[in-house]
């Protein structure tokens, strides 16, 4: 077996706490599900395997007022909860990772509807989120949640976890209390800094109190809330050393709330963005402090422990991602990680399921099995067969993958030279260059699947009548769509493609038609290019194509760059400029020496039309079907790479 790479074998120091030793610096920080209990001891397991040294469980609830959520919700709120995490946590273990119980109270985060009562939180302030106003706990309700923490920590260590990792993070109910924009209470859990933190500093101590010495206590805290009114870095350095003081073994820093102004979850972050909170942190404390955000590659991981920014690493969505991510940094198999490419796909799924009375399932767009770990890849097939694919984008390289790592024989046919479709154009945009990720991904994928490359080579009805494989997918992807405007037909009118794909200079005066996610990337790639751009969207909004979490950064983002014209038609394009209609502003006119055309995409269906009289066993895949995005390419080259018999 292959080593850590030179330089990696920092990440593999065991981390000793008095009360816990953590067999290397990684750990999977807390992420809520919706998974049935087998279904979520599976992924556990599957991510204890992979290496990671502490999994830190999801948000497990202390009483039936802090429930996130109706479905999933993990709830250690009486002694009867505890049998039932019993086994999910001895088969953690077994399969090699230490493992803590996140506790929490989601406080005015909580829909009324699903704890069957108005929400409750330090101050009667409404939330964003819910856009409910929550009740104020009295001060001996207050006490009372206390012990409710306290207690919590008790199950959880008769249900067999190492620790417990205390919930203050991301606009929670105990970062309610710490924070002066949503505790406006004048009693003693409100007032100053110190008594704000009153409720935290109590749950530390009577938990430490109840559990004794040898059970881990972590608190999740946020450095900066990023909160009008709330707590800076400079209130968190006189809070950190309390907390130790009131009994927490190591301090896990985040960095703000789900109000917060400044994003900490999309692309346009950069890798271990959070880490200078940490290293602020540990300056003031001697406990260790663990850093979380944006971490998705061994190089960042090591910088950090090196620069002694962080004593242990948190791992999000990379876990989600690539459950060996741990494992072969460790055997010095780096280029075979599937990174997380931040693209919140799995926050909204999961944000999508808070809001929801049906089971969402938390979903990865580039990890497939993610939720069905446990069961093998499909059966296997009965014999190998011939199976041909055609179109190298995200849904032909899964479907060709899957299909391979089943026993099929299969061979990829791309009429370009390169592989990756549409994604060669999609990371070209800025911030995008994770997507660079699935492309490095899937090329070396083909080659330990033995999959056989035809690049150059567009898959034709002679081609299908030369070679008779046993199964195609078709998976040839979407063109542009070109809209019936007076004057498309110009020199000076282009598709988005044509301009990241460096086919044309576009001039100083640019008009882009279209406000989705192709046009709004092509309009902030031309910007910071130099040029002046105007985005003309006929909807009342741009971005809808966005995933959520993304959506508001970028806007924001974007329209400090450009002029965003909502709710406006192209009606005409002419030599060097654009007419547009809207019903507030009426007919004007902008200059534009290039108009750019991003309205969306349309299914290529040449090949499929030629198909129709081949009786061949055939299924399509991607955008080829129905134009979509990553995660739906995948998620379907997955499914057929498994039903292929
Ligand atoms: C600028 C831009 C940014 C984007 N950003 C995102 C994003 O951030 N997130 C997201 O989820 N999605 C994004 N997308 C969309 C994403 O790229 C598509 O959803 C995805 O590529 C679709 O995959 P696919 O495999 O179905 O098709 P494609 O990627 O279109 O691949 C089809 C492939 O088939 C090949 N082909 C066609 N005909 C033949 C033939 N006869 N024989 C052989 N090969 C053939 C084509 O050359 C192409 O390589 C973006 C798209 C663009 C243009
Ligand atoms: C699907 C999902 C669920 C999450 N649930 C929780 C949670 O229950 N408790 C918590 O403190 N943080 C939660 N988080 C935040 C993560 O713990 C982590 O702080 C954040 O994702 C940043 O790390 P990353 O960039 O490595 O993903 C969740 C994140 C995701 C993606
Ligand atoms: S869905 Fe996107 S952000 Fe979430 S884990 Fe997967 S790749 Fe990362």
Known sequence: MKMAEKGLEILFDPLVMNNLTVKNRFFMAPMGTSFDLDQLANYLVARAKGGVGLITSGLMSVHPSGRAKGIGQLVLETDKDIDRYLPMVKAVKAAGSRFIAQLGHVGRYAFSRVIGQPAVAPSPIASFYTRETPRALSTDEVDEMVLSFAEAAVRAQKAGFDGVEICANSGYLISQFLSASTNKREDKYGGSLLDRARFLFSIIGETRKRVGDDFNICVKFDAEDGVEGGNTLEDSLILAPKMVEAGADRLHVWAGWHESLRPMLPSFVPRGAFSYLSAAIKEVVDVPVSTVGRINDPYVAAGILRRKEADLIGLGRQML?????????????????????????????????????????????????????????????????????????????????????????????????????????????????????????????????????????????????????????????????????????????????????????????????????????????????????????????????????????????????????????????????????????????????????????????????????????????????????????????????????
């Open 321 to 645: 991602c690539d459950p060996d991510f741990v494992r072969k940094i460790e055997e010095g198999r780096i280029r075979e990680i599937r990174r997380c490419i931040a693209c919140c796909y799995c926050i909204d799924q999961t944000f999508g399921a808070l809001k929801s009375d049906k089971k969402v399932e938390l979903k990865c767009a580039l990890n497939p099995e993610l939720g069905h770990e446990g069961k093998a890849l499909a059966d296997l097939p009965e014999k190998k067969r011939k199976v041909v694919v055609a179109g190298s984008g995200p849904a032909g390289l899964e479907a060709a993958r899957t299909a391979a790592r089943r026993g099929h024989d299969v061979t990829l046919y791309e009429k370009e030279e390169r592989l990756g479709g549409l994604l060669n154009l999609a990371v070209v945009p800025p911030h995008k260059e994770e997507l660079k990720n699935i492309l490095d991904y899937y090329s070396l994928q083909m080659e330990l699947c033995n999959v056989k490359l035809k690049l150059n080579e567009s898959f034709t009805i002679e081609t299908l009548e030369k070679i008779k494989p046993d199964v195609l997918v078709v998976a040839v992807g979407a063109e542009p769509i070109v809209p019936n405007i007076p004057g498309i037909e110009g020199d000076h009118v282009v598709t988005s493609l044509d301009v990241l794909e460096g086919r044309v200079q576009a001039g100083e005066n640019v008009v882009v038609i279209g406000g989705g996610l192709v046009g709004l990337e092509t309009a902030e790639y031309l910007a910071d290019g130099g040029a002046r751009v105007t985005i003309c969207e006929m909807l009342k909004s741009v971005a809808r194509d966005v995933e959520r979490a993304s959506r508001w950064g970028m806007v924001s983002r974007i329209s400090k760059k450009m002029r965003v014209l909502t709710s406006t038609k192209v009606i005409g394009i002419q030599e060097s400029e654009v007419v547009v209609e809207s019903v507030e502003n009426g007919r004007e006119t902008i200059p534009a020496d290039t108009v750019v055309v991003a309205v969306g995409f349309t299914a290529r269906t040449d090949l499929l039309e030629a198909l129709n009289q081949s009786d061949i066993e055939r299924y399509t895949v991607g955008s080829c079907g129905k134009p979509g995005k990553i995660a739906d390419a995948v998620a379907e080259g997955f499914s057929v790479g498994c039903r292929i018999r």
